[in-house]
């Protein structure tokens, strides 16, 4: 098994830029969640989806932050436009029955 | 909300003795309690998870203990090495939703 797969893994933008983050969940898993890890803030979860509908998305800090899941097998963490306060690193886990299984992350800088 | 309390943030102890981790959640109806283990530039590995029906589960030098009424839960490692050096999160979830974070412990083994 492949696990969580994230892309890219660091990402480097400037202000006002779009970011799109993607992940691969593992196969067989219905639920989906992103997180994101800052020092002064620690894991917040952000949005997660069972069978691909969003069910809770009152982690997102603003309108400029949107997530979709087209399939099982893929989903999208997307900011614009993107702003210094959103360098974290971002990260995505996948859960069948119960453990909860994270990705690498992506270390997102924004300038 | 769920709100969960992490102490201490860093814990240094000597190679070979053991360490504790405690950890303090505020809703009653939370149900499962995992802990996860996270090294430089990765994600969070799942090292030991318990359900609110157990009070105590064990794997090799690792051990968690839960107590509902308090509502806390610990993290117990036996006789530290040099690998065990990272930071360990513990969380806390209800039914399927996402987890919710404590800050963490930098844990260092000295030599």
């Known amino acids: 098994d492949a696990g969580v797969i994230q892309s890219p893994r660091h990402e480097v933008t400037e202000m006002g830029q779009e970011v799109t983050l993607r992940c691969k969940p593992i196969?067989?898993?219905?639920?989906l969640f992103w997180y994101r890890q800052t020092m002064m803030r620690g894991l917040e979860l952000l949005i997660y989806?069972?069978?691909?509908?969003?069910?809770?998305d009152s982690g997102m800090p603003e309108d400029r932050f949107s997530a979709k899941m087209p399939n099982a097998s893929f989903s999208t963490l997307k900011i614009q436009p993107s702003e210094p306060r959103d360098s974290a690193v971002y990260f995505c886990?996948?859960?069948?029955?119960?453990?909860?299984?994270f990705g690498p992350g992506t270390r997102l800088l924004v300038l | 909300g769920e709100n969960v309390e992490q102490h201490p943030s860093t814990l240094s102890v000597q190679e070979g003795d053991s360490a504790v981790i405690k950890c303090t959640y505020s809703?009653?109806?939370?149900?499962?309690f995992p802990w996860y283990k996270q090294e430089l530039g990765k994600g969070p590995q799942l090292i030991i998870d318990?359900?609110?029906?157990?009070g105590e589960k064990k794997d090799q030098r690792i051990a968690v203990t839960l107590n509902k009424t308090a509502k806390h839960f610990s993290l117990h490692i036996t006789e530290t090495q040099p690998e065990d050096s990272a930071v360990y999160f513990c969380?806390?979830?209800?039914?399927?939703?996402?987890?919710?974070f404590g800050k963490g412990t930098h844990l260092i083994i000295q030599p």
């Open positions: 886990a996948s859960r069948g029955t119960s453990p909860q299984y």
């Open positions: 196969s067989g898993h219905n639920s």
């Open positions: 989806f069972n069978n691909n509908v969003p069910i809770d």
């Open positions: 809703d009653s109806a939370s149900n499962y």
């Open positions: 318990i359900r609110s029906n157990v």
């Open positions: 969380a806390a979830r209800q039914g399927a939703d996402g987890l919710t």
